[in-house]
Nanobody
């Protein structure tokens, strides 16, 4: 089992940047496929980005492609989401996720508690 703790959220103006971090517990972090989801008020939770255990395979939602980048540091048990050119529609609660190796980042097994990102216009 893995526990996930997000940080780095906050209030930023449109066009600004934030970097979210997610620290994972346990000694098997490198075996997990990691990801980020988000949920805006009144909307369904949606996939944002995913990254394979080695950090080579990645995917980003079309809505964030070219602006957000997911990465991971297995030595630090941490996954990141660099968010640039933020828009008001990026405002949401952002969740870090983990899927057991062999499973999909679209269907994670574990979720963090979330970190709030608010983008003002």
């Amino acid at each position: 089992q893995v526990q996930l703790v997000e940080s780095g959220g906050g209030l930023v103006q449109a066009g600004g940047s934030l970097r979210l971090s997610c620290a994972a517990s346990g000694r098997t972090f490198s075996t997990y496929v990691m990801g980020w989801f988000r949920q805006a008020p009144g909307k369904e939770r949606e996939f944002v980005a995913g990254i394979g255990w080695a950090g080579v395979n990645r995917d980003h939602a079309d809505s964030v492609k070219g602006r957000f980048t997911i990465s991971r540091d297995n030595a630090r048990n941490t996954v990141y989401l660099q968010m640039n050119s933020l828009k008001p529609e990026d405002t949401a609660l952002y969740y870090c996720t983990a899927a057991s190796r062999g499973n999909s980042w679209y269907r994670p097994d574990y979720w963090g508690q979330g970190t709030q990102v608010t983008v003002s216009s």
